[in-house]
């Protein structure tokens, strides 16, 4: 399985995801769970303009796939891209490597959201007990109790 991000018009996201989805590829906007003390439990997307496509689709696939959607993917900005300097010809690749796609996949639910985690402090340093975070303790870069949120140091 393959994961490609692209960049989007923050308003039109949910049409995006859903035509996506409509053509058998998976697309979601990556959400968090936060606890309000005034609202109670609430989702909030976690990149605001970026969608996640998983499919089976290929590098060369998946751009044929987006260039043939023509006017069906209005709104699309474009794919978040990084060069191979392994390759010789300096291919840019859209597909997020084995490593991200591992980290997502511990990070999110099946529908692409990352459930609360559970904190406690040992010597006075953030330890997370529970939760999708739990494998993620050594890159807790600042932690908000106030927000209840959790900032990683993370590389993707």
């Not at 496509?53 to 794919?79: A, P, S």
């Not at 392994?86 to 990070?107: P, R, Y």
């Not at 040992?122 to 993620?136: D, H, Q, R, S, W």
């Amino acid at each position: 399985m393959n994961w490609y991000i692209l960049y989007c018009m923050s308003s039109k996201t949910e049409r995006l995801c859903t035509m996506f989805n409509s053509y058998g590829v998976h697309a979601f906007v990556p959400m968090m769970e936060m606890y309000l003390r005034t609202k109670g439990l609430v989702k909030r997307v976690m990149f605001p303009s970026y969608i996640f496509v998983k499919t089976e689709m290929g590098q060369v696939e998946f751009n044929h796939f987006l260039k043939n959607l023509d006017y069906q993917k209005d709104g699309v900005i474009r794919e978040l891209k990084y060069t191979d300097e392994k390759s010789l010809q300096f291919d840019f690749i859209s597909a997020l490597t084995k490593t991200e796609i591992h980290m997502f996949e511990h990070l999110f639910d099946e529908t692409g959201v990352v459930r609360l985690s559970k904190v406690k402090f040992v010597n006075n340093k953030p330890f997370i007990y529970e939760g999708p975070l739990i494998n993620f303790n050594y890159n807790i870069k600042k932690l908000d109790i106030h927000d209840g949120l959790a900032y990683l140091d993370i590389d993707f």
